[in-house]
């Protein structure tokens, strides 16, 4: 363990798409990551590195990982962990680091989403989108989400959404459109969305494409990219420094678990699989089937 890391008793991890994408060998670990599944747990502090002064053995928290997430431990820079919120739980503390992280740095620090612009959120029921529908409606952006069922979309708009659109039901350009466009979009599907999203961004739009379920390649506008001044922006959290994971956490801690603890931003979860049940759960987010977050129970060590 290094003087700047701390090492958890994993109560929970995460289950995230990329974990899926790992699994069927499309999305490698970065270099001297763990190829053990898992980007993010709740648990325990078991052990802190000499230069730690935030945390102390005993203490609660989650945490953002690179991976080692489907484990019984994991050891982790300090800068990508945090207390869990007040007032809730280990629980629910797993279902916060990954989504809130990707969506605060996506939305907030490369989109520099400001009051009253409209958001455009695909796949707006995944956990990523729940935390994302619940930060526009915290800090006062119109969104409007594409999901693929009535349940979905109400549970959405349940959250702070003010429309959306069943993606069952076909192009949701013209839907859009006549929602207002969007400022901005986070997409996590790519492929054919991406000329539809050209279509629906603002004059100096910006499209941040953060994963690729409908695949890598796309037909794109240049014209609308020069004469709209459409920024497209790619955007993975993986792979960043440890220094870009431990600002965006200390920007969470400021700015988002306040609002936890007042309950006016709620942890989504939607179903918990035993570790050994990690097939059933993978399987249950690959159908989706899931309405916010799935973690899996890690057995306390013996």
């Known amino acids: 363990m290094q003087a700047n890391e701390v090492t958890i008793k994993i109560a929970y991890a995460g289950v ?5 994408v790992q699994r069927a060998g499309h999305y490698p670990p970065p270099p001297g990551a763990s190829d ?4 993010e747990v709740s648990g325990v502090i078991d052990e802190v590195g000499k230069d730690v002064s935030d945390f102390k053995s005993g203490d609660e928290v989650c945490a953002l990982l690179t991976g080692g997430g489907y484990a019984k431990s994991v050891t982790v820079p300090a800068g990508q962990v945090l207390p869990i919120p007040k007032g809730s739980d280990l629980k629910l503390a797993a279902t916060l680091p990954e989504a809130f992280a990707t969506a605060w740095y996506n939305l ?5 989403l400001q009051p009253h612009e409209r958001v455009l959120l695909h796949a707006g029921a995944s956990g990523v989108g729940t935390a994302a529908v619940q930060l526009c409606n915290e800090f006062a952006a119109d969104c409007y989400v594409t999901a693929g069922s009535a349940e979905k979309l109400q549970h959405c708009r349940t959250l702070g959404a003010s429309g959306g659109w069943n993606r069952h039901d076909g192009d949701f350009v013209e839907a859009v459109n006549d929602w207002g466009g969007a400022d901005v979009i986070l997409d996590p599907v790519g492929g054919d969305y991406f000329a539809s999203n050209q279509q629906v961004l603002h004059d100096d739009g910006r499209l941040i494409v953060i994963g690729l379920l409908g695949g890598r390649h796309a037909q794109i506008d240049m014209g609308r990219v020069l004469m709209k001044r459409q920024r497209i922006i790619g955007s993975t959290l993986r792979n960043q420094s440890v220094a870009v994971k431990t600002d965006i956490m200390q920007q969470l801690h400021k700015q988002v678990w306040p609002k936890l603890a007042q309950g006016s931003i709620k942890p989504q979860l939607d179903k918990v699989f035993e570790l050994h049940e990690v097939d059933d759960a993978h399987d249950y ?3 989706d089937k899931n309405i916010g977050k799935v973690l899996l129970k890690v057995p306390a060590a013996d």
């Open 36 to 39: 053990v599944l898992g980007l």
């Open 16 to 20: 995230n798409r990329a974990d899926l």
């Open 108 to 112: 907030m620090m490369l989109a520099k």
């Open 285 to 287: 987010v690959s159908a």
